[in-house]
């Protein structure tokens, strides 16, 4: 082949060769430039999610502030007043509330702590660990002793609550928890405590080796129930986690 030949193809050669190489280098260049910016949005993106969390948990302290205020605002009127039908209205508001789970409750009461029996050979897996049945007889258990209020795992028990069992969990207040299970109940110690202790089911649990706990305490704090609010901010901080 002519020399004259053998330097057009290898020109052709060298020509193709860089076109291919700045095309690849264009390539490079973009997707770096992208994933710069996809970090720069995320890092964004998690700037503002943490301002609004500040925000949220502001916003929290001041509604709690305000909802202190207006309660003492209100018995402080009732207290003016010397008005019997408006005390008695003021007490069966603040009955309500405390049915309903929407205060804080603090006083004296027990605490049970309830969680799966040791493993065993030969022994149905369903025995050893707790069910939401289980967990459901104590707080039974607890409001015939005229328990006033109860929580589970920092949930706290109101009308609507559910236990429902799902595999080795139990979901309270649509949040699932897992054994060990701590039950905080404020009322009478004494009434309390015996009631569990002679209760057939707290027996039937011993009996089947699950680890029941039951102690008495001076000073418990039972948070209100968690509203809508407060659960999706859990749920965030947990994700992050």
């Given at each position: 082949m002519p020399v004259k030949n053998k330097q057009i193809i290898f020109l052709l050669i060298f020509m193709i060769l860089g076109f291919v190489f700045s095309l690849q280098l264009?390539?490079?260049?973009?997707?770096?430039?992208?994933?710069?910016?996809?970090?720069y949005t995320l890092e964004d993106l998690k700037k503002q999610l943490e301002e609004e969390k500040l925000r949220g948990k502001a916003l929290k302290t001041e509604i709690k502030k305000n909802e202190k205020k207006n309660e003492e605002n209100l018995k402080s009127v009732v207290d003016e007043k010397h008005d019997e039908?408006?005390?008695n209205r003021h007490e069966i508001l603040n009955a309500i509330k405390l049915k309903a789970g929407l205060v804080d409750v603090k006083g004296p009461g027990v605490i049970v702590k309830l969680d799966d029996a040791p493993a065993r050979t030969?022994?149905?897996?369903?025995?050893?660990?707790?069910?939401?049945?289980?967990?459901?007889?104590?707080?039974?258990?607890l409001k015939k002793a005229e328990v006033q209020a109860i929580s589970i795992n920092g949930e706290r028990i109101v009308p609507m609550s559910e236990?429902?069992?799902a595999g080795p969990t139990i979901r309270i207040n649509k949040r699932k928890y897992a054994a060990p299970f701590v039950i905080h109940a404020v009322?009478?110690?004494d009434q309390l405590y015996d009631s569990l202790m002679n209760s057939e089911t707290i027996a039937m649990m011993i009996n089947d080796k699950i680890k029941v706990e039951i102690s008495k305490s001076n000073n418990i704090m039972i948070p209100k129930y968690n509203s809508s609010v407060d659960k999706l901010m859990n749920s965030v901080e947990v994700l992050e986690k």
């Open positions: 264009k390539s490079n260049l973009k997707f770096n430039m992208q994933k710069t910016s996809a970090q039908e408006l005390k030969n022994e149905n897996p369903n025995v050893l660990i707790i069910h939401d049945s289980d967990v459901l007889r104590v707080v039974n258990e236990q429902v069992c009322g009478n110690p």
